[in-house]
């Protein structure tokens, strides 16, 4: 029981994690078929992802460092296809 303790943090990020690359999906598919997106508030989950993240001890940190730079891939991905797409009207 000590063990699923443990690992608590670190799955309820790898969660927050799979939570966070959906929405960048789907945010992405949304701007490709010309749509306006609210990003209001991606700031402090990003931020919020980003604490938790260094709060788990090192080893935890390292299994997630996968994820993490998946989803800043995804990020990255939307703010290029967002800088493509220009200002809303």
Partial sequence: MAADSQHAPQ???????EDMS???VIVHRLIDDGRTVDLT???????????KALDLP???GRFVRPALISLLRKVDSVSTAL???????
């Fill in 11 to 17: 799955d309820a990020l790898l969660s927050f994690l």
């Fill in 22 to 24: 959906n929405t960048m």
């Fill in 41 to 51: 508030g991606l700031d402090a989950q990003i931020g919020l992802l980003c604490a």
């Fill in 83 to 89: 800088a493509a797409h220009g200002p809303a009207p």
């Fill in 58 to 60: 090192a080893e935890q």
